[in-house]
């Protein structure tokens, strides 16, 4: 079975703080995923990582960075939290194809994050 | 790019069927379909290539028509149980997947 674990199930924050959302996952999978999902929105990513050391912007990468230095792990980084960010964080990973699609992604519990 | 879903909420009686679909302005490599339950993560259903094929479950299936960038999940004879918000991800290439809103389906008894 595919395990995505996240650090926390639920984080409170200050503005301005900075905060970091770790997943790690125990399947190999080459790409990992960081979405946030908010009421009436889905879900809409925001960075995701095909290999170690590597990352693409997704929809909504404004205010956020990731880093990804082992294969396993990928963490998401907010410089300075404002309320805005509030939301639930879910990472995901899935393996890679070249292109012929139709991998599933597995998905973390999720962070639930309130910046006050 | 986000794809758009319908109904955006739905309640069923026991046993009662449901259609929910999605709909997309870009040409698209597969189609999958994720349920989500209260409080949890969401749960891969299915995937629908293009070509046809398909990988699914029991009383639930799909279509996906490449022509019209559209799919829809058909839920037959609904339990308790399939009560979830249901979100259609649409793979337009490189591994990316990009959700829809999401529905919202409540089956009562």
């Known amino acids: 079975d595919v395990k995505v674990t996240q650090s926390s199930r639920y984080l409170v924050k200050r503005t301005g703080e900075k905060v970091f959302l770790e997943c790690v996952q125990d399947?190999?999978?080459?790409?990992m995923f960081w979405y946030r999902q908010d009421p009436g929105l889905g879900l809409r990513l925001i960075y995701f990582?095909?290999?170690?050391?590597?990352?693409e912007k997704g929809d909504i990468p404004e205010g956020y960075s990731v880093s990804r230095e082992k294969k396993e792990r990928f963490s998401l980084i907010l410089e300075s939290a404002s309320t805005n960010q509030t939301s639930m964080y879910l990472c995901?990973?899935?393996?890679?194809?070249?292109?012929?699609?139709?991998?599933?992604?597995?998905f973390g519990p999720g962070t639930r994050l309130l910046v006050l | 790019q986000q794809p758009v879903q319908s109904p955006q909420a739905v309640i069923l009686r026991e046993g009662e069927d449901a259609v929910i679909n999605c709909s997309s302005s870009?040409?698209?490599?597969?189609v999958h379909w994720y349920r989500q339950k209260h409080g949890e993560a969401p749960v891969f259903l299915m995937i629908?290539?293009?070509?046809?094929e398909q990988k699914g479950h029991e009383k639930i299936s799909a279509s996906f028509n490449e022509k019209k960038q559209q799919s829809s999940l058909y839920l037959t004879a609904s339990q308790l149980s399939y009560s979830g918000t249901y979100f259609c991800?649409?793979?337009?290439?490189?591994?990316?997947?990009?959700f829809g809103t999401g529905t919202r389906l409540t089956v009562i008894p």
């Open positions: 991800a649409l793979e337009a290439g490189a591994n990316n997947l990009f």
């Open positions: 870009k040409a698209l490599y597969s």
């Open positions: 995901a990973s899935s393996l890679w194809t070249s292109g012929t699609g139709g991998e599933t992604q597995y």
């Open positions: 990582s095909y290999d170690v050391k590597m990352k």
């Open positions: 399947m190999d999978h080459e790409n």
């Open positions: 629908l290539l293009k070509g046809g």
